[in-house]
């Protein structure tokens, strides 16, 4: 058969010398390797001890944005929905009511808003199209889970803490 | 009619024979396509409607063939009628790119440009106007015109502040409906769509303004908030309406009829008007026969998600393991949005806080 490269070489069919008998010397080469790679610079850091630094573009778990007065950003304006390729933004707008001026910026609101975490495919898009800079994907991993219904991330999920009324909590 | 003499003239190098009388506009859409000159306040149905917005502005390089003198300024082609060897330039002239790109800005000055809260946003003339033809930035840097809240009724919600005054909705209640009840008060800067003292437009076919409004000044009370115009599907339907033809497009979601409006051509202009009955409270699916899915242009953001002609796969899981797959999450369980108690399609204003407040 024709060769395809030149890069194979022929397996060397000769009978085994005394030296590659006994296996010894394979025995300490191999064990060379292995203790050479003790001293060499280790691959893995112990996790949740240690962290390793994020790329700056780095897209983990999503928030939604409150403004300076801790009014809700969103206006439920569904382009997030639109940009997403996975499909795994939904939401329900509704009108503001006069009093809740110090909940929501624009006169119209998500009164619901969710991720399906289960769905997201964590690429930035819906983060790129929001025109009122409320979704952001954080630094944060997305959390694993036992069940799936805990990856519904729901609007109290997502929204990050009041700067006033709210303590951060950690 | 037909003996009026038939006039050629020549847009963008594509010459067409019209009947005299004709303006440049209308023998541009009787050719189609890109040499048509964009308007906004021009509307076929409406008498006296155009000249207004300046949109539609071309340059008529040869007069006649009497006169071939090109005309000294660019010309609003919704208002001049075509002469005999007339020559017009569209798309093919600088100035005519430039003073539209112009006019979009004078159009945007006092546009609030909120179109993440405007309902007309995916359907707006003035959205698609300046993204074909706008600058993306303004050089305008005082503040812009912003009016009080007025309530016209339960059925149509006026944003003064998105006008462009076009006056196609003083056209549509004047020649459409038995009394018109609203019009522009005030002069210049100051003009304003206003009803007089506050009083709330129930004309039979006044719901006919939102289908008119280029923008987002007039739009559908009962639809308000309650879906973007992209993630519902629109479908043409018909019923027998003693007022109206009853032929309208309905938006639909799932089972939902979230909006009806009138059915719209490919210039965005109504083709039959429709009554308020049909309009805003024929809500349900039983009231409609339902024709089919309407034709969307693929360009636009209303075509997307809709797969046309893609058949569903046949599923043998069941068959092959002899009982039904278990679920290993029904998403209606979990999820908050799309509850079936909270219909908001049948809210008839937008959704409040106090709305969602049911437990479930």
Same mark, same amino acid.
């Given at each position: 058969?024709?060769?395809?490269?030149?890069?194979?070489?022929?397996?060397?069919?000769?009978?085994?010398?005394?030296?590659?008998?006994?296996?010894?010397?394979?025995?300490?080469?191999?064990?060379?390797?292995?203790?050479?790679?003790?001293?060499?610079?280790?691959?893995?850091?112990?996790?949740?001890?240690?962290?390793?630094?994020?790329?700056?573009?780095?897209?983990?778990?999503?928030?939604?944005?409150?403004?300076?007065?801790?009014?809700?950003?969103?206006?439920?304006?569904?382009?997030?929905?639109?940009?997403?390729?996975?499909?795994?933004?939904?939401?329900?707008?509704?009108?503001?009511?006069?009093?809740?001026?110090?909940?929501?910026?624009?006169?119209?609101?998500?009164?619901?808003?969710?991720?399906?975490?289960?769905?997201?495919?964590?690429?930035?898009?819906?983060?790129?199209?929001?025109?009122?800079?409320?979704?952001?994907?954080?630094?944060?991993?997305?959390?694993?889970?036992?069940?799936?219904?805990?990856?519904?991330?729901?609007?109290?999920?997502?929204?990050?803490?009041?700067?006033?009324?709210?303590?951060?909590?950690? | 009619?037909?003996?009026?003499?038939?006039?050629?003239?020549?847009?963008?190098?594509?010459?067409?024979?019209?009947?005299?009388?004709?303006?440049?506009?209308?023998?541009?859409?009787?050719?189609?396509?890109?040499?048509?000159?964009?308007?906004?306040?021009?509307?076929?149905?409406?008498?006296?409607?155009?000249?207004?917005?300046?949109?539609?502005?071309?340059?008529?390089?040869?007069?006649?063939?009497?006169?071939?003198?090109?005309?000294?300024?660019?010309?609003?082609?919704?208002?001049?009628?075509?002469?005999?060897?007339?020559?017009?330039?569209?798309?093919?002239?600088?100035?005519?790119?430039?003073?539209?790109?112009?006019?979009?800005?004078?159009?945007?000055?006092?546009?609030?440009?909120?179109?993440?809260?405007?309902?007309?946003?995916?359907?707006?003339?003035?959205?698609?106007? !300046?993204?074909?033809?706008?600058?993306?930035?303004?050089?305008? &840097?005082?503040? *812009?015109? #912003?009016?009080? =809240?007025?309530?016209? +009724?339960?059925?149509?919600?006026?944003?003064?502040?998105?006008?462009?005054?076009?006056?196609?909705?003083?056209?549509?209640?004047?020649?459409?409906?038995?009394?018109?009840?609203?019009?522009?008060?005030?002069?210049?800067?100051?003009?304003?769509?206003?009803?007089?003292?506050?009083?709330?437009?129930?004309?039979?076919?006044?719901?006919?303004?939102?289908?008119?409004?280029?923008?987002?000044?007039?739009?559908?009370?009962?639809?308000?908030?309650?879906?973007?115009?992209?993630?519902?599907?629109?479908?043409?339907?018909?019923?027998?309406?003693?007022?109206? !033809?009853?032929?309208?497009?309905?938006?639909?979601?799932?089972? &939902?009829?979230? *909006?009806? #409006?009138?059915? =719209?051509?490919?210039? +965005?202009?109504?083709?039959?008007?429709?009554?308020?009955?049909?309009?805003?409270?024929?809500?349900?699916?039983?009231?409609?026969?339902?024709?089919?899915?309407?034709?969307?242009?693929?360009?636009?953001?209303?075509?997307?998600?809709?797969?046309?002609?893609?058949?569903?796969?046949?599923?043998?899981?069941?068959?092959?393991?002899?009982?039904?797959?278990?679920?290993?999450?029904?998403?209606?369980?979990?999820?908050?949005?799309?509850?079936?108690?909270?219909?908001?399609?049948?809210?008839?204003?937008?959704?409040?806080?106090?709305?969602?407040?049911?437990?479930?």
């Amino acid at each position: 058969m024709e060769k395809l490269t030149n890069r194979s070489a022929p397996v060397n069919r000769d009978p085994m010398t005394f030296g590659e008998k006994i296996y010894l010397p394979a025995i300490a080469k191999g064990l060379s390797i292995t203790i050479g790679h003790i001293f060499k610079k280790k691959a893995t850091v112990s996790y949740p001890e240690e962290k390793r630094p994020f790329s700056p573009v780095f897209r983990g778990l999503h928030v939604l944005n409150r403004d300076e007065e801790g009014r809700e950003r969103c206006t439920a304006c569904g382009l997030c929905a639109l940009a997403c390729p996975a499909e795994a933004i939904t939401m329900e707008a509704a009108e503001r009511k006069p009093g809740e001026e110090n909940l929501y910026r624009e006169e119209k609101y998500a009164a619901k808003y969710e991720i399906n975490m289960l769905r997201c495919i964590f690429c930035g898009y819906c983060e790129e199209a929001c025109p009122k800079d409320a979704v952001y994907l954080s630094e944060t991993i997305m959390p694993t889970n036992y069940t799936r219904d805990s990856f519904i991330y729901k609007k109290e999920d997502l929204l990050i803490p009041h700067p006033k009324m709210q303590q951060e909590t950690k | 009619m037909s003996e009026q003499p038939k006039f050629k003239v020549t847009i963008d190098n594509i010459t067409v024979e019209v009947p005299a009388g004709t303006t440049i506009l209308n023998a541009a859409r009787m050719i189609g396509g890109e040499v048509t000159p964009p308007a906004m306040c021009y509307y076929s149905k409406l008498e006296g409607s155009g000249g207004k917005c300046r949109t539609c502005l071309v340059e008529v390089s040869k007069g006649s063939e009497k006169d071939p003198r090109p005309m000294p300024k660019l010309v609003a082609s919704c208002r001049t009628t075509v002469m005999d060897g007339m020559e017009v330039k569209n798309i093919t002239s600088e100035k005519v790119l430039d003073a539209r790109k112009g006019v979009v800005e004078m159009l945007l000055i006092n546009h609030p440009l909120d179109c993440p809260v405007c309902d007309q946003a995916g359907e707006c003339h003035l959205q698609d106007l !300046s993204y074909e033809h706008g600058a993306s930035g303004t050089r305008y &840097e005082f503040d *812009r015109r #912003t009016f009080e =809240k007025e309530d016209i +009724g339960d059925y149509i919600s006026l944003h003064m502040t998105r006008c462009i005054l076009c006056y196609r909705c003083v056209f549509t209640a004047e020649q459409l409906t038995q009394r018109r009840e609203h019009g522009i008060l005030e002069r210049g800067d100051h003009a304003e769509i206003s009803t007089l003292l506050g009083k709330s437009l129930d004309n039979e076919f006044i719901g006919n303004v939102i289908d008119v409004c280029p923008v987002g000044a007039l739009t559908d009370k009962t639809f308000r908030f309650k879906n973007r115009v992209w993630f519902t599907k629109p479908v043409d339907a018909h019923c027998s309406c003693t007022k109206c !033809s009853g032929k309208v497009r309905l938006w639909m979601r799932g089972d &939902e009829v979230f *909006r009806v #409006t009138a059915r =719209k051509d490919k210039w +965005g202009e109504v083709e039959e008007f429709i009554c308020n009955d049909c309009r805003f409270h024929r809500k349900s699916v039983s009231d409609w026969t339902i024709e089919g899915p309407s034709k969307i242009d693929r360009h636009s953001v209303i075509s997307q998600g809709h797969y046309v002609g893609t058949k569903k796969q046949p599923v043998y899981i069941d068959k092959v393991i002899g009982k039904d797959p278990k679920l290993l999450m029904d998403i209606h369980k979990v999820s908050d949005v799309n509850r079936p108690e909270i219909e908001l399609s049948k809210i008839d204003g937008p959704a409040h806080s106090d709305d969602f407040k049911k437990d479930r």
